[in-house]
């Protein structure tokens, strides 16, 4: 049998086949099967080894206006994914390349070769480039170094401290001179791996009052930058215990995700005036300026072991909308991943 023939001619991609109203439900979703285009001048065609699912991608659901296009109904779903180049038409790249891309949800996928880029897997295992080394390190290296302006001797708060981006943003800052590095997760066994990954101190949100149990971390001596994966009592919290001059870096909210009616500001939110505070929100794809810089300092944490990575693996296409809703359940340490 020759190659030619030997290649997919179809692939299995998830579909939306309805908008979820509050937290997302199975029939939301739909596995289909569709036909792979014939490979043009320049594209390459890819299987996908890991597909990405992440919280951002709620809002893609709801067909409202945002920053990122709404998804369609009964289209496959897009995002993240990495994966092996076994067909090319592009002198850039060449079958066997692992490549990270943005057509998800799939098995295979048809796309131009200039629309990914090469992952080096000679640093880090493929699943690496769409956590630690991809766009969740770029996100929680810029976030907090750039948008959050940390800097050497500054406390540091980080809410949902034991997903993808909030278990990095915690030890860099620990890698990068912090006074203190306080993270919030939702389990008992979340916080042990906070401490266990150099965290000075963990706390789980459901024992207590936010405020109360931050306050406490922070020892008297308040914070001075926080990295807000999370928004509501978490961000209200913060806000009450940042010190003058303070940052806040508002990469998510991820209690407000599901809510089915507006949900209300920090009720202390005045504090931000004479505390002097900034509050800053920012998107991944604004801090790509960073990327040559971050991808060279991660490189060196994750060899020295500074900074190291927890993956939470689904296996199976089909299973991918579950993995999914589990994420956004918090089922997840680390970075949630769908292994093809």
Same mark, same amino acid.
């Given at each position: ?119 080096? @897997?000679?640093?880090? &295992? /493929?699943?690496?480039? $769409? ?6 390190? +770029? %996100?929680?290296?810029?976030? *907090? ?114 809510? @089915?009616?507006?949900? &209300? /500001?920090?009720?202390? $939110? ?6 002097? +505070? %900034?509050?800053?929100?920012? *998107? ?57």
């Amino acid at each position: 049998m020759s190659i030619a023939t030997a290649l997919p001619t179809s692939t299995r991609e998830i579909r939306l086949a309805s908008r979820p109203a509050g937290r997302p439900v199975p029939e939301n979703f739909r596995l289909a099967e569709s036909a792979l285009p014939e490979l043009q001048d320049g594209q390459i065609l890819v299987r996908n080894l890991y597909i990405s699912v992440d919280p951002y991608m709620r809002g893609r659901m709801n067909d409202v206006k945002s920053y990122s296009a709404p998804f369609a109904l009964d289209a496959a779903l897009d995002g993240g994914a990495v994966g092996e180049v076994i067909a090319s038409r592009s002198e850039a790249r060449k079958a066997g390349d692992v490549v990270v891309h943005q057509l998800g949800w799939r098995e295979y996928a048809v796309l131009d070769a200039d629309a990914t880029t090469v992952a080096r @897997t000679d640093l880090a &295992p /493929a699943s690496a480039f $769409l956590g630690a080394l991809g766009m969740t390190g +770029l %996100t929680a290296y810029a976030g *907090l170094l750039k948008v959050g302006e940390f800097k050497p001797g500054d406390a540091v708060f980080v809410s949902g401290a034991a997903g993808a981006v909030g278990s990095l943003v915690g030890q860099i800052a620990k890698a990068m001179g912090a006074s203190r590095v306080i993270g919030s997760a939702g389990t008992p066994e979340k916080v042990a791996r906070l401490l266990e990954l150099g965290f000075d101190a963990a706390f789980n949100y459901r024992d207590a009052p936010v405020r109360d149990q931050l306050k406490a971390a922070a020892d008297g001596k308040g914070i001075d930058v926080y990295f807000d994966n999370v928004g509501g009592e978490h961000l209200e919290a913060a806000l009450a215990e940042l010190n003058v001059g303070g940052h806040v870096a508002m990469c998510g909210a991820i209690a407000q995700y599901n809510a @089915t009616e507006p949900t &209300p /500001a920090p009720r202390n $939110l005045m504090l931000a005036i004479g505390k002097q +505070l %900034t509050l800053r929100g920012f *998107l991944v794809g604004g801090q790509r300026q960073h990327r040559a810089e971050f991808f060279e300092k991660m490189s060196a944490w994750l060899a020295d072991g500074s900074v190291r990575y927890d993956e939470t693996v689904v296996d199976g296409l089909e299973n991918a909308p579950r993995a999914f809703m589990d994420l956004l359940d918090g089922a997840n340490t680390g970075k949630m991943l769908v292994r093809l």
